[in-house]
């Protein structure tokens, strides 16, 4: 570890441990309901059990707002809370009704720190492999990456049974996917919530560069969905991947992909339902959202590039070759 983020674990700590001492003395503080969840750490420091205490505290900071493409989320939508700090930590979390994903129901899933859900087992790469994958793997990417190095952060998830968070999860569906008649009965949110800093007081105030995304699982009358979205997301140094993938690669689509992170700050001007920063699927049984040749095109923000248009070329003559007549020396792009 460097010394420079010793440092940084040195100031979390002096931060956590004001803090936990300006709680005993006020009395105030209130232990949230961990009685739901399975955590599981990877790094079992004096230091970061600390830190996993004051995760269930209910603490008061300055508000910032949330994007409104966002469903409720944090302390008072009264969801799970994880604290995050270079634990590449996950939480196992078991549905009350099971999720179809293109053709397979799961009845549980893992949150993993690094903006990735997986159903068969935590996932806490730090650096996202570039999908298709064609591995034995269900993943959805919201935005997969090395969270945990970049500062403070916290995750959030809870599962919907009932109520309005139903009932907007309804709406939006029946906008994204008309003629369905759509009405949710289930949804399962996840917000992750990262800040450039070390210290807990501008983590809570939100003063530094932040990267804050999320998603949302639905399902009813045999459909299931997500929705991924996007809010300000800074520009990093690690590769980053939004998007999904499923066992073998059978279906998979590329939001965004890069080496580094320094796109990101885009993907909440993006989107494939006309609303900026929201991303919509349908994701029951793998032939929802084929359009000619878009669930293996990859990505939305990289078409530009020249070598993924060469890739989107080869594929497509490799898959319709009367459509695509064309030989490597043909694959040139050249931009206005």
Not at 234 to 260: F, Q
């Amino acid at each position: 570890m460097s010394s420079s983020l010793v440092l940084h674990h040195l100031l979390v700590f002096a931060s956590v441990l004001a803090l936990l001492m300006a709680q005993t003395k006020t009395g105030s503080s209130t232990m949230e309901n961990t009685s739901q969840v399975t955590e599981v750490q990877s790094d079992t420091t004096r230091l970061d059990t600390i830190l996993m205490t004051t995760s269930v505290y209910t603490t008061t900071a300055t508000a910032w707002a949330a994007p409104a493409i966002f469903y409720p989320f944090g302390s008072s939508a009264g969801d799970i809370e994880h604290l995050e700090f270079d634990n590449d930590s996950f939480q196992y979390v078991d549905f009350s009704a099971p999720f179809t994903y293109f053709g397979r129901k799961y009845s549980s899933i893992y949150v993993n720190y690094n903006g990735l859900l997986t159903f068969n087992q935590s996932l806490t790469e730090s650096h996202p492999e570039p999908f298709p994958t064609y591995g034995n793997e269900d993943y959805i990417a919201t935005l997969w990456t090395d969270l945990d190095d970049i500062g403070i952060g916290k995750y959030w998830y809870q599962e919907y049974t009932n109520g309005s968070v139903l009932d907007r999860a309804t709406q939006d569906i029946n906008q994204y996917f008309p003629n369905k008649g759509f009405t949710a009965t289930w949804v399962f949110v996840v917000t992750w919530d990262y800040v450039l800093t070390w210290d807990m007081n501008a983590y809570g105030r939100h003063s530094d560069p932040a990267i804050t995304f999320q998603v949302v699982l639905i399902s009813g009358g045999g459909f299931s969905f997500i929705l991924m979205n996007y809010g300000d997301c800074a520009a990093i140094s690690y590769p980053v991947e939004a998007g999904y993938d499923t066992i073998n690669s059978t279906d998979y689509y590329v939001i965004h992909y890069h080496s580094n992170g320094s796109s990101i700050p885009n993907l909440k001007n993006t989107t494939n339902v006309n609303v900026p920063g929201r991303w919509a699927f349908l994701v029951n049984n793998g032939t929802e959202n084929v359009i000619g040749l878009q669930m293996k095109l990859g990505s939305y923000l990289d078409l530009t590039q020249t070598q993924n248009i060469e890739s989107v070329l080869q594929l497509g003559a490799s898959r319709f070759p009367s459509t695509f007549p064309i030989g490597k020396e043909e694959l040139t792009y050249h931009s206005s």
